[in-house]
């Protein structure tokens, strides 16, 4: 089952299932969006528009999904809202966007998602300036964790809604670029994480 397919099959639901559980953590990593005012910010696989009521004012906003029905949703929240945001269809993994056009990407519950989370993450850091922030909140395993139950699930869920078996280290190594400042445990004992990364100026 394709990611386009079973999210517009997930779109009518996915509120209910996502909405209020992550509310809290995703007011927290959008406030560091305080700082870029004026600046313009990618939000990629920005869903049914989850973010947008907790969105700060002053940057300019380009907000991307991959599955029609889900940005449907999302344009009817941006429909009520006073930002300046701008929402078109995109893959997270093949993005149009020039080289360094962002000064900061927002990768919220999406490098789980995606088939291919590496070259997600090397396509928010192409788009991205030097100096520029990703701001990441999602579920992943640490090196070496068993996680059992996570792994004997992800051959299921996965072709369906989201991987269980994502190991963030692995894909920072991906990305050399990248620089960690920040990674710090949110919810559910540590597999959701809020991540902060820098772009190394050359």
């Known amino acids: 089952m394709g990611l ?12 209910l299932i996502v909405a209020s559980p992550t509310e809290n953590i995703r007011t927290k990593s959008l406030q560091r969006l305080h700082d870029f005012h004026n600046k313009r910010v990618l939000i ?12 700060p004012a002053g940057p300019l906003y380009t907000c991307t999904d991959l599955t029609p029905a889900m940005l449907k949703r999302a344009q009817q929240r941006a429909d009520q809202s006073d930002l300046d945001l701008h929402l078109e269809l995109a893959d ?23 088939p291919q989370p590496v070259k997600a993450l090397q ?3 192409r788009v991205l300036k030097p100096g520029g922030k990703i701001f990441i909140l999602d579920k992943f ?12 699930l992800n051959p299921f869920i996965r072709h369906i809604a989201t991987r269980t078996d994502i190991v963030f280290e692995h894909l920072h190594k ?28 050359k």
Request: hydrophobic share 45%; charged share 25%; glycine share 6%.
């Open 92 to 114: 997270a993994m093949d993005l149009t966007y020039k080289d360094q056009m962002y000064d900061a990407v927002v990768l919220h519950l999406i490098l789980a998602v995606v």
């Open 141 to 152: 395993i640490k090196p070496g964790q068993l996680a059992l139950a996570r792994r004997l």
């Open 44 to 55: 990629n696989g920005i869903g049914s528009g989850l973010d947008i009521p907790f969105l």
């Open 4 to 15: 386009k397919f079973s999210y517009t099959l997930l779109s009518p639901i996915y509120d």
């Open 174 to 201: 991906e990305c050399n670029e990248l620089k960690l400042l920040q990674d710090e445990p949110v919810l559910m004992n540590g597999w959701f994480r809020s991540i902060e990364l820098e772009k190394r100026e």
């Open 123 to 125: 396509e928010a850091s």
